[in-house]
């Protein structure tokens, strides 16, 4: 078989996968949280961290031994010194799962994205504080426009409207944005592997939760009437969200070291398609035409500024690989000359 279309198989069984992952994981919470009336979103993110933390246990012992595909997993470490470090990113990541999930237990799915669309504004506006000197293009400025307007305009048009899906959205936004923007400084203390940085994220999250559900009343083991809703096949529900918040790890990771910026974008954008279609069409959540039009501009200004970030980040190698010709350039004169100059 042509190697063109072996690489493009690979690519799109890569981002279908991404797709069933991603999706799956939104309507499996909707489901437990909706279908059988578990009113207890912070309890199933921590559960969904457990499972996490047993696939990182079994994955990071077999790494080194087996090798192989396997070699791709983080073997099991521990250090205190790095550990310490990873902290402030884990209290974000913790707020970030747990007002995602509260967000899905009050939106319908099909305004879930909607409610969530302010990651793009809150991350600009993060980098804004940090480099002050940050210049945003006109387009991008005005993707941002496009955006906002479809979350004002979805949000009126939305005919289940909950203010405590709407602010736990607005919130969730802005941990996604600010994560994003500070996982990378966490990354150096881990040689930027993400899969030793999950080691620690997780482990220190699955500690730091416990206070929380006891604040919040969630820790259902405690609670005879919560106990009771959790029955087998809610509990089996669980469990599944499970693997797939840890399998879509393993989608992301592999969507980027596969495909391209730009696929990566487009993937994004159709998953976000996809996802409203399919959660209408599973959920019969009611769409109103403004709540329509609101997706629609969500979904295609989130597109456009992905976009025109790709094409910012194209000129920037474009401008890194001119300077590093120049720079050999001169470099080779200068051996030139000193070559001349022992003649």
Do not use: H
């Not at 073997?75 to 470090?85: F, G, N």
């Not at 990354?187 to 416990?210: E, G, H, P, Q």
């Amino acid at each position: 078989m042509d190697s063109g279309v072996v690489k493009a198989t690979r690519i799109t069984l890569v981002v279908l996968f991404y797709w069933a992952v991603s999706m799956s994981l939104v309507f499996m919470n909707k489901w437990v949280m909706k279908q059988f009336n578990f009113p207890y979103p912070l309890f199933i993110t921590w559960v969904q961290l457990l499972v996490a933390e047993f696939f990182i246990l079994i994955l990071g012992f077999l790494s080194p031994r087996v090798g192989g595909a396997l070699s791709i997993f983080a073997p099991l470490e521990w250090d205190w010194s790095i550990a310490k470090k990873i902290i402030p990113l884990t209290i974000v990541w913790i707020l970030m799962m747990a007002s995602s999930n509260i967000c899905l237990k009050f939106t319908e799915v099909t305004f879930y994205q909607v409610a969530r669309a302010l990651t793009i504004l809150w991350s600009i506006l993060f980098q804004t504080f940090e480099f002050p000197d940050l210049v945003v293009s006109n387009p991008a400025k005005f993707a941002c426009f496009i955006v906002f307007s479809g979350f004002i305009v979805g949000s009126y048009g939305e005919v289940n409207f909950e203010w405590a899906g709407w602010i736990s959205g607005v919130i969730s936004s802005m941990f996604v944005a600010y994560y994003n923007n500070s996982i990378k400084k966490s990354l150096v203390f881990v040689d930027n592997s993400s899969w030793r940085l999950m080691i620690y994220n997780t482990t220190w999250a699955i500690f730091f939760f416990i206070p929380v559900l006891f604040v919040t009343g969630e820790l259902v083991v405690f609670d005879p009437v919560a106990t009771s809703l959790l029955t087998n096949e809610v509990a089996q529900g669980i469990v599944w969200t499970g693997v797939l918040g840890y399998l879509i790890n393993i989608a992301i990771f592999l969507q980027m070291k596969m495909t391209s910026p730009l696929t990566g974008t487009i993937s994004g954008t159709v998953k976000g398609v996809l996802q409203v279609l399919f959660g209408w069409l599973i959920f019969q959540n009611a769409i109103s035409r403004t709540n329509f039009l609101g997706i629609c501009l969500v979904i295609g200004g989130s597109s456009w500024y992905s976009y025109i970030q790709y094409l910012k980040m194209l000129d920037r190698e474009k401008a890194k690989a001119e300077q590093e010709r120049k720079d050999q350039e001169a470099a080779d004169n200068v051996a030139a000359v000193v070559v001349e100059e022992e003649k």
